[in-house]
């Protein structure tokens, strides 16, 4: 089975926390790390922007991937959000197991 992490980015530790928890609670993710304190520049509507934000990384199955990302689309407060499937390689076969378990 393919399994991949769901990169996110969203506008704060709480929004992260509360998209993770969804995600985990409707087995659209069996794990999700969450790293505050990013800083992104990035363009937005003609404008160079600065921003602080918090990274969501969500470990799935890869056939969850287009779910996941609706979801995350319907919960967060941005109106692009950023969700990008990112494949996983090799792994410890009993942490993959354990996650493909959790998505089942």
């Keep these: 089975m393919d399994l991949v992490f769901a990169y996110v980015t969203a506008s704060s530790p709480d929004e992260a926390r509360r998209i993770g928890r969804a995600l985990v609670e409707e087995r659209l993710a069996a794990c999700v790390n969450i790293l505050p304190g990013m800083i992104s520049i ?8 600065t921003a602080e934000e918090t990274v969501l990384i969500a470990k799935t199955r890869a ?30 076969p009993d942490y993959l197991g354990w996650l493909e378990a959790e998505t089942a």
Excluded: I, M, T
């Design 42 to 49: 990035y363009r937005w509507q003609g404008a160079v922007e």
């Design 63 to 92: 056939d969850l991937f287009e779910a996941l990302s609706a979801r995350v689309k319907e919960l967060h407060s941005y109106d692009v959000p950023c969700v990008v499937e990112l494949r996983l390689g090799r792994g410890n």
